[in-house]
């Protein structure tokens, strides 16, 4: 129970952040982040359910008209069990690549509409992928310190950590 309790708090705090930079006209994928890291150490069902709750609440919270951010967490969480079973995740700094494609994957369908919408002129598509490549760099760096920051808290609370995640899946076939 208490390992929910920390999910939810974490994606308290990740939604939070995420709106606070909405509201200042960044789009940076900080929850499909976390919602990455619980996929790998806690499995697929609990990423899922985190993406569907987060992402409502987001879409809600933006007031936009069609839920489109649960898909796309969703679509993170398939991307974290692909990048999980296919890469090695011993080392932490090889997650900036997943923390870039995280972010092409959750903000490029929400940019898209934006040069359509604002007339297909140089200024709105140089604003829309400076924001995907802004998002993007942002996601690569921060990833693999928020792999870090988590896994200490997980240690000190005795859960499963992203690290450890590849070898209990080995052990388990």
């Known amino acids: 129970m208490i390992r929910f309790c920390y999910i939810f708090l974490c994606l ?3 939604v939070y952040f995420e709106l606070l930079a909405g509201s200042y006209g960044l789009m ?3 929850t499909a982040m976390l919602i990455f890291y619980f996929s790998v150490s806690n499995g697929w069902r609990v990423g899922l359910f985190s993406a569907v709750l987060a992402g409502t609440i987001i879409d809600l919270t933006f007031g936009r008209s069609w839920f489109l951010t649960p898909v796309l967490l969703a679509m993170t969480v398939g991307f974290a069990m692909i990048w999980f079973r296919r890469v090695e995740a011993k080392s932490i700094f090889l997650n900036s690549i997943p923390g870039a494609i995280i972010a092409f994957i959750c903000i490029c369908p929400l940019l898209l ?3 359509w919408f604002l007339g297909l002129n140089f200024t709105s598509l140089f604003q829309a992928s400076s924001m995907l490549l802004f998002s993007m760099l942002f996601a690569a760096i921060l990833l693999p310190f ?3 920051l988590l896994d200490i808290a997980s240690e000190k609370l005795g859960f499963e950590l992203y690290v450890d995640a590849r070898d209990k899946l080995i052990g388990q076939r």
């Open 113 to 115: 509409p934006d040069p």
């Open 28 to 30: 940076l994928p900080i």
């Open 146 to 148: 928020l792999v870090i």
């Open 12 to 14: 308290f705090g990740a």
